[in-house]
């Protein structure tokens, strides 16, 4: 039986086939798989969002500083949209992907999944001893779920997944490095650079400075100076935003993607994106990175600079093919869909028994 699930974006980030983030990324993939699914998917985002079932859009602040007039005001208006929403509509699951989902008032007779897309520490520790019976926490790693509080240690974990390209597309290799992402200073980018001018590679950043005043500054004053500085032959570029082909054309003439970030990654979708294209991986050992690059099989695992260019140097010895093989066993995007719909299910299901029991 066809199943209506709303699923509700973070309120400061936009939803569709060209956004940014990895939640908005999951949300989209979702939201689409749902309508060529026969289900009805009903999604509520901010303004500039768009999706392949019908939109509920959240008029947005657009500026860096908010006072707290403002921000009582865009979650007043949040919840009285969710709440109309709730009201001409048959509903049988919500699909929370918003670090911001405990702000709201959610019913407790419709299921309520809440996908945790950032570190749990990220969170108001105070949130989880008051979440109702009918959410279920699900997380995206095993990793991220290694962190959570002894409590919520029964989190469902769902994987990321990723377009995996044909097997029968050949990979052809460039000789420079791209480095992908929001960029920042836990991101870390300025250290690919750096790897890069060391292992003599140049490399591609692509990605997006938003307009908060410590990542223009990260921008300014660690990026800016390593994309002007020559060594030899060598020059790094910035590309800017790059819609999903021109990331995955990028990925697939790389040498590899350099992942310095410091973050503790609870996923990684662009190192998933670039196995799939079989370009070998080289990153810190942050969050989930372990879980997700093979050390000497699907590229290295660092945690300097200096190891970051040895790596780069070695970077033939890693196969297109291992990379392409684990991306389509572990990390597609089908896998992710199929596991996010049985689970749909068996929540609806189970909130049935409960109503009929």
């Not at 503790?264 to 879980?291: D, F, H, K, Q």
Request: hydrophobic letters at 40%; charged letters at 20%; glycine letters at 6%.
């Amino acid at each position: 039986m066809p199943l209506t699930i709303l699923s509700v974006g973070y309120s400061f980030a936009p939803v569709g086939p060209n956004c940014v983030g990895g939640a908005e990324q999951v949300l989209t993939v979702l939201d689409q798989a749902l309508v060529k699914s026969g289900n009805t998917s009903l999604v509520l985002a901010c303004e500039g969002s768009i999706a392949a079932g019908k939109l509920f859009i959240l008029p947005s602040i657009r500026h860096e500083f908010r006072d707290d007039a403002e921000d009582g005001w865009l979650k007043g208006n949040f919840q009285a949209l969710l709440g109309n929403v709730l009201s001409t509509n048959h509903i049988d699951l919500i699909h929370m992907h918003g670090l911001d989902f405990y702000r709201y008032k959610l019913p407790t007779n419709i299921p309520v999944l809440v996908t945790l897309h950032l570190p749990f520490s990220w969170y108001p520790s105070e949130i989880w001893k008051q979440l109702p019976s009918n959410v279920q926490l699900q997380c995206v790693s095993e990793t991220q779920r290694r962190s959570c509080l002894s409590e919520l240690c029964e989190a469902v974990v769902i994987g990321n997944g990723v377009e995996v390209s044909p097997e029968e597309k050949k990979k052809t290799t460039s000789n420079f490095a791209v480095t992908l992402g929001r960029i920042c200073p836990e991101k870390n980018q300025h250290a690919a650079l750096e790897a890069g001018s060391q292992a003599d590679t140049p490399v591609i950043l692509g990605g997006q400075v938003f307009p908060w005043t410590e990542h223009k500054r990260y921008f300014c004053e660690k990026i800016k100076p390593l994309l002007a500085k020559e060594r030899g032959p060598i020059k790094h570029k910035f590309a800017g935003v790059l819609a999903p082909q021109e990331r995955h054309t990028l990925l697939g003439q790389a040498k590899c993607l350099l992942h310095p970030t410091l973050a503790p990654e609870t996923s990684s979708l662009v190192a998933m994106e670039a196995l799939a294209e079989g370009t070998p991986v080289i990153a810190y050992r942050s969050g989930a990175l372990p879980e997700i690059v093979e050390d000497g099989v699907s590229g290295f695992l660092v945690e300097s600079v200096e190891e970051m260019a040895d790596a780069i140097r070695r970077i033939h010895a890693i196969r297109p093919e291992a990379c392409k093989e684990i991306a389509a066993r572990r990390f597609s995007r089908e896998r992710m869909v199929h596991q996010y719909f049985d689970l749909y299910e068996d929540m609806v299901r189970y909130r049935k028994e409960k109503l009929y029991a």
